[in-house]
Structure formats: C-alpha cells, structure tokens
C-alpha cells in the first residue's frame, strides 16, 4: 500500500535554529513528491515538487532534497514566521490525479 | 492574481440539513478536486473533475455529489450531512491530468454542523 509518513510530528525551534523535518514514502514508481505549507485555519500553499532522486529546490530558508525513499525539507535559520504544518504528499502511478499525503509536522519557531 | 478562491469560509448547517460549498478559479486549470482534511488529519481525495469527466474515489460516501457546470466553478454539495461530515474542505486545480501535476488549493470552508 502506497503510504507517506512524516517525522517528527512536532518540532519547536529557537528563532536562527536550523533544522530538518523527514518525509519517508513507499510507493513503486514516484510519480513527484510535492512539499506543501499549512497554517491554521487555511489550505496548503504550495511549495516544491521534486521528480527523481538526487533533485534539490530552494526557496528562501527553505531547500527540498529527495532520495528514492525520502524527502527532507531542511529549514535555515527559521523565523518566528516560519512557523506552520509542513504537508508531503506523493503520487504513485496507480492513481496519478491523487495526491496521499502526509500527517504533517508541526513546527514551531518561537524568537 | 490568479488563484483558487472558496466561499464561503465557514458554514454552520444542521445534520441533514442539505449545503453546498463553491469553488471558483482563475487559473484555468482542467482539473478541480475536493478533498476533505478533519482535525490534525491529512486531505483526503474525495473526487476530481477532468474538464466534464467525474472521477469519484471509491470509498467517498453516497452523501457527497459534485457538479462542475464550467470551467471556472466546481460545487461540492453534502445531501444529509452528519456530525461526521464536520472539517475542513478544500479545491484544489491542477493544469492537466497526469504524473507530476501539481495541484494548488484555496483556502478551504471549514463545515460545522450542529
């Protein structure tokens, strides 16, 4: 079954402490990973897609890796804005107009 | 900007009490989704429109229906809403069909029924 697990579930920072939040899939066939943004009370706002190993997409304090078995969304000096549920969703080939995503992380920057 | 936009923002019903949900784009975008996201839970596909082609998930409920009348705008209409059905629905649009899609979404209404 193709699942996406993401770790750790929270994570509460001091403003300037860089970190990474994991995000682990098993699905036969990535068809893209895609790393998205939450905050309360809103949808997910969009932020990368990574297609194949070995890809890299930076954006601000934020840069994407991949691997063939996870995704890292390392953050750089966060600030107190920062702070939000990170999504991580894949596609598998099974149902490529499906998006399966994640729990999420909770992250917290505080100053 | 162009954009996905949802009204209304929050809608309180009453269980079985038929409401519908909008969602407009100006992307131009031939794929519209509806997911459902309850509380600390991650969104769940509920169905998508391929231009006028409906695809519905398997295990959505009977409950949900969609209608798609144009392009722009897509409907998500709950028929007997139950306290279940309370959460967070969002739209989603994506260019076209297919592997690596990208889908962007509005801001959601957040469904309470009473």
């Known amino acids: 079954e193709d699942q996406v697990t993401q770790s750790p579930e929270a994570l509460r920072l001091q403003e300037g402490e860089s970190s990474s939040l994991n995000c682990s899939y098993t699905v036969s066939g990535l068809r893209g990973l895609f790393w998205y943004r939450q905050d309360p009370g809103k949808g997910p706002e969009f932020l990368f897609t990574l297609y194949s190993a070995g890809e890299e997409k930076e954006k601000e304090r934020l840069k994407a890796t991949l691997t063939k078995k996870e995704s890292f969304l390392h953050i750089t000096a966060p600030k107190p804005e920062d702070s939000a549920t990170y999504l991580c969703a894949v596609q598998a080939p099974a149902n490529t107009d499906k998006l399966i995503f994640g729990t999420g992380t909770r992250l917290q920057v505080f100053p | 900007d162009a954009m996905v936009i949802q009204n209304p923002r929050y809608q309180v019903t009453q269980f079985g009490k038929p409401v519908t949900l909008s969602c407009s784009q100006t992307l131009n975008h031939n794929v519209m989704y509806w997911y459902q996201q309850k509380s600390s839970q991650a969104p769940k596909l509920l169905f998508h429109?391929?231009?006028?082609?409906?695809?519905n998930e398997a295990d959505t409920p009977d409950n949900f229906q969609s209608r798609r009348p144009n392009t722009s705008f897509c409907f998500l209409d709950i028929r007997s809403p139950g306290l279940g059905d309370a959460a967070m629905y969002l739209c989603?649009?994506?260019?076209?069909?297919?592997?690596?899609?990208?889908?962007?979404f509005g801001p959601g209404t957040r469904l309470l029924v009473l």
């Open positions: 989603a649009t994506s260019r076209d069909k297919g592997g690596g899609q990208t889908q962007y």
């Open positions: 429109y391929y231009d006028k082609d409906f695809n």
